[in-house]
């Protein structure tokens, strides 16, 4: 599974997307399409996890790269 984000010098998500290349429920976890778009416009600074959940909770996404998004703001400010 991979995520892809570009991120501005102000911390604004400006391309997003994901892949993924193996999972293990054939027929579920496919069916999110590429639903990490939704990302882009995003400030990893400025409500951040409220807004991924509002975006991405529940069926919206996959819940193991959703689970990877919510580490992204100490991730690329490390």
């Known amino acids: 599974m991979l995520l892809r ?7 604004n998500i400006v391309e997003a997307g994901s892949q993924t290349r193996w999972m293990p429920y054939l027929g579920q976890c496919d069916e999110h399409g ?3 778009a939704r990302l882009v416009g995003l400030n990893l600074m400025s409500g951040f996890r409220q807004a991924v959940k509002e975006r991405l909770g529940g069926v919206r996404g996959c819940t193991h790269i959703t689970e990877l998004v919510q580490v992204l703001p100490t991730a ?3």
């Open 76 to 78: 690329v400010v490390q």
């Open 34 to 36: 590429d639903a990490y």
């Open 5 to 11: 984000i570009v991120v501005d010098e102000q911390f």
